[in-house]
């Protein structure tokens, strides 16, 4: 028996690399999305409600205190040796000349702007706003009035173009993700979808509806069948119950094996062959075929086939 050849550097280093970027990248890629939503929501809506703070506060400040009151934050004070420099590095540059009054403002909003940015925490003060402001929303929304408001607002979005195009589409899915009636899953199950022999993993959402129910003998099933790589699309069908298999998996584990493309396997299916597992949770795999297909089957040998007379 031949001994096993000896792996060269480069071998070993691959092997070692894709282990340790398989065992890293999911951490780094979550981290990095977790942080890039984060500047996303305090660029575009943390900042310009800092913007807004810090206008209402030099607007307000002024008529509150005086020049001559000394509780007067540090960057509010603003001497007339530094209005003179203002003045003349203005003209320097060659820049339109302002008045004491316009030259005073101007001061006092850069020296705020550099305050504020000296106290990171006082980022977090227009996310704190936007945070009550949704939640006022929603309260809001919550009364007859407002949603009659809501649903008026909501036609006239629609009419636009464009607009009408994409709102539907992403109001479904948020709605999906972030709505208080949620669809609840009950359970996890196998189908044969959308031909016989081709099995897709199914959530069910309960009963049919009372028509399809009335109109077949058997129990049925109302099931959601998702689609790759994104789950809040997908299928919904009616089918019976004795044609589905029972799933021992949560639908959190459904959910990541749809994502993955089947790449994730939930622990309790990893390692069994597909018939052992139908069987398992089927009784056998059940032939499917039209009856009339049986008559064009071989006769077992020893049988001669009786053909009616002409």
Do not use: C
Not at 84 to 94: C, F, H, I, P, T
Not at 193 to 222: F, H
Not at 230 to 243: A, L, N
Not at 256 to 282: D, I, K, N, W, Y
């Amino acid at each position: 028996m031949a001994g096993r050849s000896k792996r060269t550097f480069t071998e070993d280093f691959r092997r070692f690399f894709i282990r340790g970027l398989a065992i890293l990248l999911p951490s780094v890629m979550t981290l990095w999305i977790l942080v890039m939503a984060y500047r996303f929501v305090e660029t575009n809506i943390g900042e310009p409600i800092n913007q807004a703070v810090r206008f209402v506060i030099l607007q307000t400040l002024p008529r509150v205190l005086d020049e001559e009151n000394q509780f007067q934050p540090e960057w509010f004070v603003v001497t007339i040796e530094m209005i003179a420099k203002e003045d003349r590095l203005r003209r320097e540059a060659n820049l339109p000349e302002l008045t004491e009054r316009r030259l005073r403002t101007e001061l006092r909003q850069r020296n705020f702007k550099h305050w504020w940015d000296q106290h990171w925490y006082l980022r977090l003060v227009g996310m704190g706003i936007a945070i009550i402001l949704i939640y006022l929303v929603g309260v809001m929304l919550r009364g007859i009035i407002g949603r009659r408001i809501y649903a008026k607002a909501e036609e006239v979005f629609t009419r636009l173009p464009i607009f009408k195009q994409i709102y539907p589409s992403v109001k479904r899915v948020v709605e999906f993700a972030f709505g208080e009636e949620k669809v609840k899953f009950n359970r996890v199950v196998l189908l044969q979808y959308p031909r016989v022999g081709i099995w897709s993993l199914g959530l069910v959402t309960g009963p049919p509806m009372r028509i399809v129910q009335e109109a077949s003998p058997d129990e049925m099933l109302t099931i959601f069948v998702p689609s790759s790589p994104t789950p809040f699309t997908g299928y919904t069908v009616t089918v019976r119950r004795d044609e589905t298999v029972e799933l021992g998996i949560t639908v959190d584990e459904a959910l990541r094996f749809t994502v993955s493309g089947g790449v994730l396997l939930p622990e309790s299916q990893q390692g069994a062959t597909g018939v052992s597992m139908l069987e398992a949770h089927h009784g056998g795999l059940r032939d499917d075929r039209p009856e009339s297909s049986a008559s064009d089957e071989d006769p077992p040998p020893g049988q001669e086939v009786q053909q009616d007379p002409a």
